[in-house]
């Protein structure tokens, strides 16, 4: 089976930083867009950040400036860097592939998810 495995979250300060990675498993995944989502009951499955295979990237607006979305080939591995957190941040992260310029999930779809809380 085809897998994506987050890791990296954790529970930090307002203010602090976390670098969120994505290892892919299964198959050669270097060409793929993918991206990364958060999750709260508030605002349901959002959007965060994607890259393309070129390494164009989109951000929603609450984290322009402050993230930062990266990919290895090499390693078949995603990151998210994760800079001046706030309160509002705290979500549980996915990252998946998506269909390039879109924020839709395509196969192998989403992995397990790390939980980010920020407290102030």
């Known amino acids: 089976q085809v897998q994506l495995v987050e890791s990296g979250g954790g529970s930090v300060q307002a203010g602090g930083s976390l670098r969120l990675s994505c290892a892919a498993s299964?198959?050669?995944?270097?060409?793929?867009?993918m991206g990364w989502f958060r999750q709260t009951p508030k605002k349901g499955r959002e959007g965060v950040a994607r890259i393309s295979r070129n390494g164009i990237t989109a951000y929603v607006d609450s984290v322009k400036g402050r993230f930062t979305i990266s990919r290895d080939n090499a390693e078949n591995t995603l990151y998210l860097q994760m800079n001046g957190l706030k309160p509002e941040d705290t979500a549980m992260y996915y990252c998946?592939?998506?269909?390039?310029?879109?924020?839709?999930?395509?196969?192998?779809?989403w992995g397990q998810g790390t939980q980010v809380t920020v407290s102030s």
């Open positions: 299964g198959y050669t995944g270097s060409s793929n867009c």
């Open positions: 998946a592939v998506v269909l390039c310029g879109t924020w839709s999930v395509t196969y192998p779809g």
